[in-house]
């Protein structure tokens, strides 16, 4: 097997030859809300009949997207997490040799599935020298110069956490369109921002612009799997005939209509992450740290040796993200935990530094 984009969360191969057991272990490598999952998820799972195939339509869950976003069921496609959606775009839009466009530093699938599918993969790069701000004029005359047929936005980023605003969003749409390309915006993100962040993106949509969301960040469902892609309804069926039948589980179908139902959980939780976000930043500073946050409550922090600090946390039983596989091998991001998880890995980092 080839080398596989590196993600966070606790890998129990990595453990295992580490003697480590991952109960005993924190997880701040994983951008989860940590007061999840929410309790109208366990009721509603408490009641589902598992012996039926799912619904491989996906038809409840869709009209419930749809209405969230005030469109047809046809402009939906529910997907086994946003992960598989991003793949089957690259399969079903893009042909060998064709050229994609990854805006970096960003999540690593992008680039993965576009080299899966034969493309050539170009990108354009943000730098911490300059508050990882996108360039407009620079990523237009990239897209005029090259022509991509997809560009990848992660919009809030993972892992830097900026979060392009919606005339950003719509002038890149409008490049792609004038060289006959598509923009792929990943809101994966977008429920966690503060409102100062969080305007949404109005609708009707330019019809080139495709949005990727996941409903397992926000309310900690990740082992669900579970995300959608909202698009018009002629690209959603093209993508569609690449998904095998039965992707979305019964389990995640019923979770999702569940959270779709639930008034509560993210005003309730979402203040309280923040509140855990910005206690962590503040301890991480007070260690002496540069820390960088923008709209997202996790954190990027420059270590000098991203590797050698995770490996030091995770043998004093903390996992943060090695940043080096997004090309910032300096530094490691932070996904805050509850207070008390916080607390002791400001404690376990103290003994780092000091």
């Known amino acids: 097997m080839g080398q596989r984009v590196v993600h966070g969360a606790l890998d129990h191969?990595?453990?295992?030859q580490l003697g480590l057991k991952p109960a005993a272990l924190l997880d701040f490598s994983?951008?989860?809300?940590?007061?999840?999952?929410?309790d109208s998820v366990r009721a509603a799972l408490a009641q589902l009949d598992l012996a039926p195939y799912p619904d491989r339509s996906c038809l409840a869950l869709r009209e419930a997207l749809a209405a969230q976003h005030s469109l047809a069921p046809a402009h939906i496609l529910p997907g086994n997490g946003a992960n598989e959606l991003i793949h089957l775009l690259a399969r079903a839009l893009l042909t060998p040799g064709e050229t994609a466009l990854v805006i970096e530093p960003t999540y690593g699938e992008y680039r993965e599935a576009c080299q899966l599918s034969g493309a050539r993969v170009i990108a354009w790069r943000a730098h911490a020298t300059d508050a990882f701000?996108?360039?407009?004029?620079?990523?237009?005359a990239l897209i005029a110069t090259e022509?991509?047929?997809?560009?990848?936005?992660?919009?809030?980023?993972?892992?830097?956490g900026t979060a392009p605003t919606p005339t950003e969003v719509y002038a890149l749409t409008e490049r792609c369109a004038a060289v006959g390309g598509l923009l792929v915006a990943d809101r994966a993100y977008a429920a966690f921002l503060r409102s100062a962040h969080a305007t949404p993106l109005e609708q009707p949509l330019p019809p080139n612009l495709l949005q990727l969301h996941s409903l397992t960040k926000s309310y900690a469902l990740a082992?669900?799997?579970?995300?959608?892609?909202?698009?018009?309804?002629?690209?959603?069926?093209?993508?569609?005939?690449?998904?095998?039948?039965?992707?979305?589980?019964?389990?995640?179908?019923?979770?999702?209509?569940a959270v779709l139902a639930d008034p509560d959980f993210l005003p309730t939780t979402l203040p309280r992450l923040w509140a855990a976000s910005d206690e962590l930043l503040a301890g991480l500073r007070a260690l002496g740290l540069t820390v960088w946050r923008e709209a997202l409550p996790f954190l990027l922090v420059h270590v000098g040796d991203a590797a050698a600090t995770r490996a030091a946390l995770l043998a004093r039983g903390c996992v943060v993200r090695d940043g080096t596989s997004f090309g910032l091998p300096a530094w490691v991001r932070v996904a805050p935990g509850r207070p008390e998880a916080n607390a002791r890995l400001l404690a376990m980092w103290r003994g780092l530094v000091h």
């Open 13 to 16: 191969a990595e453990l295992a």
């Open 30 to 38: 994983s951008n989860l809300n940590p007061f999840g999952p929410p």
């Open 223 to 257: 082992g669900l799997r579970l995300g959608y892609l909202v698009g018009t309804p002629e690209l959603v069926e093209r993508v569609a005939t690449f998904q095998p039948a039965w992707s979305v589980n019964s389990v995640a179908q019923a979770a999702g209509l």
């Open 133 to 140: 701000a996108l360039d407009l004029p620079a990523i237009s």
């Open 147 to 160: 022509r991509p047929r997809l560009t990848w936005l992660c919009a809030p980023n993972n892992p830097t």
